[in-house]
């Protein structure tokens, strides 16, 4: 099924050049002149590559509906190869490179349930909760007077990944983390 322009929105999974990718930016344009056009950024799947492209309205964007399948699973631990993770209904074990998983690798705690995605039956890449809980192992003190309106500081996570928090963050307060953007939501009452 090939998609029409209305059609490509941020967050689709579509395959273009036999190649599977997600939109992670669409506009669309309708000039005074000329024709509308849409303006895709899309993410490749396998690589990570962004690749832009426009699209007339009305007009054929040669862009399909992936053969993309995405299956639960539970991060069990990695290795040298690695990451593995365990098929939440077969409980076979899934492997996927460094590569592959990239930089979400610094929100991967044991036992984290996520998606692995299947382009032609084979895995490519996992698709990340939109919110994690992390530790922080490492920031500097907060200090006296410091306000919840204040400016930021840098926090290392137990996972490795870094960051900015507000000044009144302590070492080993447990924090919600938005996996989309990076950035500090709350702090989690345990």
């Known amino acids: 099924m090939e998609y029409q322009t209305t059609d490509l929105k941020k967050g689709l999974k579509v395959e273009t050049e ?13 000039p005074g002149k000329g024709s509308a056009f849409v303006k895709i950024k899309m993410k490749n799947l396998e690589t990570g590559a962004m690749l832009e492209r426009t699209y007339k309205s009305g007009v054929s964007t040669g862009v399909v509906k992936p053969d993309i ?15 593995n993770f ?17 930089d979400d ?24 909760p939109n919110f994690v ?35 009144f963050i302590k070492q080993d307060e447990i924090l919600k983390i938005d996996t989309r953007t990076n ?6 009452n345990k």
Do not use: C
Request: proline share 4%; glycine share 8%; charged share 25%.
């Open 133 to 167: 809980e992390l530790k922080v192992v490492e920031t500097d003190p907060g200090l006296k007077g410091d306000t919840a309106t204040g400016g930021l500081k840098k926090a290392v996570m137990e996972t490795g990944l870094q960051v900015n928090v507000p000044l």
């Open 86 to 102: 365990m098929d939440q209904t077969t409980y076979e074990t899934i492997h996927l490179s460094l590569d592959q998983v990239g």
């Open 105 to 128: 690798k610094n929100y991967l705690q044991e036992g984290i349930k996520l998606n692995v995605l299947y382009y032609n039956q084979n895995p490519i890449s996992i698709e990340l």
């Open 18 to 30: 036999g190649k599977p990718f997600v939109i992670v930016k669409s506009e669309f344009t309708n």
């Open 183 to 188: 950035e500090y939501v709350e702090r989690v």
């Open 69 to 83: 399948e995405e299956k639960e699973v539970e991060y069990m631990y990695s290795d040298i190869d690695g990451f």
